[in-house]
């Protein structure tokens, strides 16, 4: 390929002359085309790369629609979980909190929440920082919620214990048999049948042979087992904790001794008709931190008979 050759015209000799470039010229004519040929791949890039992306920029596009996506889920997870423990939280307040006699947990902290304006600045400044902060607000509120709600189930656990170890200790069943006709209950006499003064009675009598069963109506420890010569003859007292104490009177015989344990529905003796008493009975007494009470309040004789020694056997196992 012959190389390309320049002329200009000479208008003073009227004629075409042969034109040599200087260095100069032609290093600013090639820095020229360099500048050019440089300005064109950029614009070329820029418009490439706003048409189709750079394949890191699509990856990391990708990486944030799918990390996008985790968070969703994550948000209805968490949406979820708070329903199920808002749940958990309504049927502790109507059902075993009352039932339990416990306070009931006030909504304002049971919906939880942890204060301080800026404890989601950390999470300022990226692409999907709202995503991310109602995510994160509801999942430390959620930890809030269940923490409560564990110390509710854990306080209620312990409640339930202590009522059921207290429901086994009252006084709740009959000391005899329930073919035992009811005597003189709790009332003031005008004349005691042995004395002829006029006193008050504060127990309930079971007339019923002598050598009859007599059964402790909860579980407790013997106060007292003997005669003191205070009228009740050989009597057998039970300490049943939570002010609890009941009195079996007028036995024949004690089976049990001082500071011995029983459960509801124990064997402690034999009815008789020891002490001050007009015939054979049980003389059966409940005292409440000191007060009598009406051993009635505390048992019901809708058992028959079968179904009552049942209720024993049951009581008794070990």
Not at 64 to 87: C, G, H, N
Request: net charge neutral; charged share 25%.
């Amino acid at each position: 390929m012959l190389k390309r050759k320049n002329y200009v015209f000479d208008a003073a000799n009227l004629q075409f002359l042969r034109h040599r470039r200087k260095g100069s010229e032609k290093l600013l004519r090639w820095s020229m085309w360099f500048v050019v040929s440089i300005l064109v791949t950029i614009c070329y890039a820029f418009i490439f790369q706003r048409l189709f992306g750079s394949p890191k920029e699509e990856l990391l596009a990708q990486r944030v629609d799918e990390m996008r996506l985790r968070y969703s889920l994550l948000e209805r997870k968490i949406d979820y979980a708070s329903r199920v423990v808002a749940d958990l939280r309504s049927s502790d307040n109507a059902s075993y909190r009352a039932v339990l006699d416990l306070p009931l947990i006030p909504e304002d902290i049971s919906e939880g929440g942890s204060g301080g304006v800026f404890r989601l600045g950390d999470l300022t400044g990226y692409m999907n920082t709202d995503l991310m902060m109602s995510v994160r607000s509801k999942f430390e509120d959620l930890k809030t919620q269940t923490n409560i709600q564990y110390n509710s189930l854990t306080e209620l656990t312990d409640k339930a214990a202590d009522w059921k170890d207290m429901w086994a200790h009252l006084p709740y069943i009959r000391p005899v048999n329930v073919t035992m006709r009811l005597g003189d209950g709790m009332k003031f006499r005008e004349k005691h049948p042995v004395l002829g003064s006029p006193r008050w009675h504060f127990g309930q009598d079971f007339r019923c042979p002598i050598g009859t069963e007599v059964h402790a109506t909860g579980a407790g420890v013997v106060y007292y087992a003997g005669n003191e010569n205070d009228g009740f003859g050989i009597k057998v007292v039970i300490d049943h904790g939570y002010g609890y104490r009941t009195i079996y009177g007028h036995l024949s015989k004690c089976s049990v001794k001082r500071g011995e344990k029983v459960t509801r529905g124990d064997f402690i003796g034999l009815s008789g008709s020891t002490g001050i008493s007009s015939g054979p009975h049980l003389h059966y007494q409940i005292d409440l931190f000191g007060e009598h009470v009406n051993p009635l309040w505390y048992f019901e004789d809708s058992l028959t008979e079968d179904e009552y020694f049942m209720m024993l056997d049951f009581l008794t196992k070990p």
